[in-house]
């Protein structure tokens, strides 16, 4: 579904990303590890045409998405969930999930659907869908944030760093509800710090570190690593 081939991206003379080659299928969800500064944000952003990669390939759907606009890469059907969330804080819950689809052709015809399957995976959304999004709570307006991405009616979904900043609680219930979403057969991209939570929802994983892989697995042989025990799970 998405392929990724010899990416190098700079940020002027610093190079960020460096020779960087995998492969998402349909219906795989495919982690991403590593620190801050290891590259992540950046590889999303090459994905979806915020930064111009110095060279390599990015297919979709067999599809070349370099050189596309971001919201021709969006209307692929391609849906980002960014790490800083992005709300419209003065508008309503279902206000904000409205918007998800307000500019994805296919999605303008599946708004009350698709509305109902954000509810379905988040009832809490459902019962504050009057509720001014900047009233929520941090774990709840997470949740807004990739059902607003689910509203696009997504064929495959990126989420950077959908844990950052919650309590270890919201964390656990988060994920929760990614494995809901997982079971509709979507593809995901993840890319995630916190490894011991990401290892229990995809079935591959890369590790980054300086703009680079330096480990590539399988779920269970990635939980069983020394080096991901080590580096990542503190055992």
Do not use: C
């Not at 700079?10 to 495919?30: M, T």
């Not at 954000?118 to 809490?124: E, H």
């Not at 709840?140 to 495959?156: D, E, S």
């Amino acid at each position: 579904m998405l392929e990724v081939r010899n990416l190098n991206v700079k940020y002027g003379k610093i190079q960020a990303i460096w020779d960087l080659s995998f492969e998402i299928k349909l219906g795989e969800v495919v982690g991403f590890f590593g620190p801050n500064g290891a590259g992540k944000t950046t590889l999303i952003n090459a994905i979806i045409g915020l930064v111009k990669p110095e060279s390599g390939q990015i297919v979709f759907e067999n599809k070349s998405l370099i050189g596309l606009e971001t919201h021709k890469i969006i209307r692929t059907r391609i849906s980002v969930v960014p790490q800083e969330r992005e709300l419209f804080p003065f508008m309503t819950v279902e206000e904000n999930l409205r918007l998800g689809s307000a500019y994805i052709p296919i999605a303008k015809n599946k708004v009350e659907d698709n509305l109902e399957f954000v509810f379905t995976i988040f009832p809490i959304l459902k019962e504050r869908r009057k509720q001014k999004a900047g009233t929520l709570s941090g774990g709840q307006q997470r949740m807004l944030a990739i059902g607003r991405g689910l509203m696009a009616n997504p064929k495959f979904l990126i989420l950077d760093e959908p844990s950052l900043g919650l309590q270890p609680s919201l964390v656990i219930e988060l994920f929760q509800k990614l494995k809901e979403i997982k079971k509709t057969g979507m593809s995901i991209l993840l890319t995630e710090q916190n490894v011991k939570q990401g290892l229990k929802i995809i079935d591959r994983g890369y590790v980054m570190e300086n703009g680079r892989i330096v480990l590539a697995d399988s779920v269970k042989n990635l939980a069983d690593s020394e080096y991901i025990q080590k580096s990542y799970l503190g055992v």
